[in-house]
């Protein structure tokens, strides 16, 4: 098991984003969609925080659901290997 210690900030835009500092790419790509803007939002009200959210997340190795998923590499990788999970 692992535990991920995820922060989320609210952007001067109002949006809010993951904190993931040396993120290689452009920031928007962090932002939260489709609903996690509004996790992040109760989050920061229950917590007395209105610009940012912790939230921590716990994974069974890499199983969700009784699913074993296959494992994808952090990083930036060329275009062929997308989606091309770890042997």
């Not at 609210?10 to 803007?37: E, R, T």
């Not at 509004?38 to 917590?47: F, I, N, P, T």
């Not at 199983?63 to 091309?84: H, M, T």
Request: net charge negative.
């Amino acid at each position: 098991m692992k535990v991920f210690h995820l922060k989320f900030n609210k952007g001067s835009d109002g949006c809010w984003y993951i904190d993931f500092p040396g993120y290689p790419f452009d920031h928007h790509n962090l932002m939260m969609v489709a609903g996690a803007n509004l996790l992040c939002q109760y989050v920061a009200g229950k917590e007395g925080h209105p610009d940012y959210a912790v939230v921590d997340v716990t994974t069974g190795d890499h199983l969700i659901g009784g699913l074993d998923l296959p494992r994808y590499p952090s990083g930036p990788r060329k275009v062929s290997e997308a989606n091309q999970p770890l042997s």
